[in-house]
């Protein structure tokens, strides 16, 4: 009796084993192959590619992700990636900027459509005199693998106020697409301050407050020189842009908004970028906790933004605040002009 007892247990154990060996075998293969969750899709208009979903069973793709994953651990060969159509492409759209603007949130939540690849890594190619020099086949080589139908997209603020990226990203492709995300550039110049008195903290270091560098003590006005207020001052840097690329290749990302709604901001930019609308509300759901919207992969993978990404700003004196934003007002009201996109900021 004992005896059969004890084989009737064995078996419950083996077979409760084998249940969560499999569970856990389906959790790792799924976790692997995160970063592209949908099957590819096609893309239209100008990204267009000339195979078709169908042509792309659901099977197929998952043993490609399997080999993505495989490639990226360092068990398969540069070759056999090859073999299977992963490339890695110049992208096809880059997010120029702003610093703080919420670069970072839209390239991750651009990246939950099935046909967007990004670049995780800020690449400075165009900004970075040394890695220029290095041309144009190390940037390829720095993009992520994809297959040939997807776009990659890379992010990389400081091109926005780089002097000599305009030329060069022309030089590279003269009708690549042009993601800028602003924020109202008051809130956008105090989060720049932020980042940097964070650094400053952690380093030990005292910094100035920010009233002390927005305004020039001497003169009481506005410190263009202090580059936080330069940067947001949106219109000085796009109109380097403008003599190198029309404005149709530009689109404005409302920052704030992709705080606060971000579904109908990325919907305009799909449109913009010609991809199918894919994004939905199930893809962002808001954390109440971070205070700010998380992205949603599936049923099992979701995630946040780094704790660097939505910083507690310092106060900062109200008047300090009015006069800054009499000062951006009128520069504002030229960007509006130029984009066609008004913002309403005060
Ligand atoms: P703050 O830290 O000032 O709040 P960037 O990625 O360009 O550095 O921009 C950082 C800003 O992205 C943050 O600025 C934050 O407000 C904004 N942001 C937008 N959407 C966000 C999100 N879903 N999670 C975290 N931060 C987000």
């Known amino acids: 009796m004992l005896f059969k007892q004890q084989v009737w247990l064995?078996?419950?154990?083996?077979?409760?084993?084998?249940l969560a060996v499999g569970s856990l075998l389906y959790l790792v293969a799924r976790v692997g192959s995160l970063d592209r969750l949908q099957p590819v899709c096609p893309i239209e208009g100008r990204f267009g590619g000339t195979r078709s979903q169908a042509e792309f069973p659901l099977r197929a793709l998952q043993f490609k992700r399997?080999?993505?994953h495989e490639f990226r651990k360092g068990n398969t060969s540069k070759e056999q990636v090859h073999l299977h159509d992963l490339v890695q492409q110049l992208p096809k759209a880059?997010?120029?900027g702003v610093r703080k603007g919420g670069t970072r949130a839209l390239l991750?939540?651009?990246n939950l459509h099935p046909a967007v690849v990004k670049a995780s890594q800020e690449i400075h190619f165009f900004d970075n005199d040394e890695n220029y020099a290095k041309g144009i086949e190390w940037y390829r080589k720095k993009m992520p693998f994809s297959y040939p139908q997807q776009i990659t997209i890379e992010k990389s603020p400081a091109y926005f106020i780089t002097e000599e990226v305009p030329e060069r990203i022309y030089r590279m492709n003269s009708s690549i697409k042009l993601l800028i995300i602003v924020r109202e550039p008051t809130t956008r110049a105090i989060s720049d301050y932020t980042q940097v008195l964070e650094g400053k903290e952690r380093k030990n270091k005292t910094y100035y407050k920010f009233e002390k560098l927005a305004i020039d003590p001497n003169t009481c006005?506005?410190?263009?020189?202090?580059k936080a207020v330069r940067t947001s001052i949106y219109t000085k840097h796009l109109?380097?842009?403008?003599?190198?690329?029309?404005?149709?290749?530009f689109h404005v990302v409302d920052g704030d908004?992709?705080?606060t709604e971000p579904l109908p901001e990325l919907q305009l930019v799909e449109k913009f970028l010609n991809l199918p609308p894919r994004i939905s509300q199930y893809n962002l759901y808001f954390n109440a906790t971070r205070g700010f919207y998380c992205l949603r992969f599936n049923i099992i993978f979701n995630k946040c933004l780094a704790g660097s990404k939505g910083r507690i700003h310092p106060e900062v004196d109200?008047?300090?605040?009015?006069?800054?934003?009499?000062?951006f007002h009128p520069f504002n009201q030229k960007f509006y002009q130029i984009t066609g996109r008004t913002l309403n900021w005060p």
């Open 239 to 249: 109109e380097r842009w403008l003599k190198y690329f029309p404005i149709e290749q």
């Open 10 to 18: 064995r078996q419950k154990l083996l077979v409760l084993g084998s």
């Open 257 to 259: 908004r992709l705080i």
């Open 94 to 96: 880059i997010i120029i």
């Open 108 to 110: 991750e939540m651009l």
């Open 66 to 68: 399997g080999l993505l």
């Open 221 to 226: 006005e506005v410190n263009t020189k202090y």
């Open 318 to 327: 109200p008047s300090v605040i009015t006069k800054l934003r009499k000062f």
